[in-house]
């Protein structure tokens, strides 16, 4: 299959600083892409790139099997088939939802683009509101607009600019699976910023996570989660601890924490690894030998999550079905699940399956 979006090697700067650096993306028709990262790491400056408000200053952009950024090429926005949806919305507040959807049509005769607009309305469900003006609408419903309005053209591509983060967490939550399945039902191949990776896992097939201008790694949210690619990755995506244990010939861990897979074994008796525990990676567990103190918990409604404290100190998460109900100063009787655990030597990953 040819890729509907492809980045290959792309850099931008601005005048002498290079903000984003040797970037290399692909996205197959219908695929929602994620660029993810801390704040200034070069996400809006790539998706304004792809945009075509920023030239590159090396590699090239296609899309949908056309160059439309290279070193000395550089197509204007309104030429290229990309739709926008911006964090504000960006609606125009003079005009009525119909209008604000149709904004883009101005080429289609008015018959037809009465139709478009009608077909965009009933996707986004706002049939009801096709006369209603943006202040009259709630932040979702401005949002499906902007939605509405970016997809009317039929764009080869829509950008979503930090799409969610003006509205509150638990719509935030609910409109990112909406939109998904949207797009996703419609064939739309998309590209989304955010720096909030719930979003990220909740809409992306595949995520790129930059820092300081480079791609620390590309791949599926699973993948992110359990193979990060570098001590960066790890502690960035998710929540856990990396800890330093050492290990002997027979795969052990010190002070009874567990034994590793020896399958993928590739270090020393004695040596010291480190080892990526997520909260997951923890299990409560009755029968075990293996007490350690609660320091820190938090109730979250279907479970709990604790901070528990190693013998030597260390601190570790531990997710826990809700009812099992332990005090910090108290201990917990728990089991590491080390099956799946990512071993890192000197940052770099060793070991993860
Ligand atoms: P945020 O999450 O805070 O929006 P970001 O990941 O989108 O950040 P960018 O806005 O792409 O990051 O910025 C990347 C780097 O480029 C930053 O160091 C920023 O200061 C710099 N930068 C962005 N725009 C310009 C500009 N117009 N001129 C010069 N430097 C810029």
């Not at 601005?14 to 790491?41: H, N, R, W």
């Not at 550089?74 to 119909?98: I, K, N, S, T, Y």
């Not at 983060?165 to 910023?193: C, H, P």
Request: proline share 5%; hydrophobic share 40%; glycine share 10%.
């Amino acid at each position: 299959m040819t890729s509907q979006l492809l980045l290959q090697d792309v850099s931008v700067a601005y005048g002498d600083f290079t903000a984003v650096a040797g970037i290399s993306l692909s996205l197959e028709q219908g695929q929602i892409g994620c660029l993810l990262g801390p704040s200034g790491c070069g996400k809006t400056t790539l998706l304004r790139a792809i945009a075509g408000f920023e030239p590159v200053s090396a590699g090239d952009i296609v899309l949908g099997g056309q160059v439309i950024s290279a070193p000395g090429i550089l197509l204007p926005p309104e030429r290229r088939r990309v739709g926008m949806v911006f964090q504000d919305f960006a609606l125009f507040p003079h005009l009525d939802v119909r209008r604000n959807i149709g904004f883009g049509l101005a080429a289609l005769e008015r018959t037809e683009r009465r139709a478009r607009v009608d077909d965009m309305l009933a996707l986004v469900g706002l049939g009801d509101y096709a006369g209603a003006y943006p202040h009259e609408l709630s932040g979702g419903q401005q949002q499906r607009v902007a939605l509405a309005r970016a997809l009317a053209p039929g764009p080869d591509i829509l950008l979503l600019d930090e799409p969610f983060s003006s509205l509150d967490t638990e719509l935030r939550e609910q409109l990112a699976g909406e939109v998904r399945e949207l797009l996703k039902r419609n064939g739309v191949t998309a590209i989304l910023v955010t720096h909030d990776q719930h979003e990220a896992f909740a809409m992306a097939d595949q995520i790129a996570l930059l820092r300081g201008g480079r791609l620390a790694q590309v791949d599926t949210p699973y993948n992110l989660y359990h193979n990060p690619a570098t001590e960066f990755v790890a502690e960035f995506i998710g929540q856990g601890s990396i800890i330093e244990v050492s290990v002997n010939e027979a795969g052990e861990l010190n002070d009874g924490l567990g034994a590793l897979d020896m399958v993928h074994r590739d270090w020393r008796a004695g040596e010291r690894l480190r080892l990526l525990v997520r909260p997951d990676d923890i299990e409560y567990d009755e029968l075990s030998q293996l007490h350690l103190p609660v320091t820190n918990r938090a109730f979250r409604g279907a479970n709990y999550l604790y901070e528990l404290r190693l013998p030597d100190g260390q601190r570790v998460p531990c997710l826990t079905p809700s009812h099992v109900d332990t005090a910090p100063g108290l201990s917990l009787p728990v089991r590491f699940n080390l099956q799946h655990v990512v071993v890192f030597k000197s940052g770099v990953e060793t070991s993860g399956v």
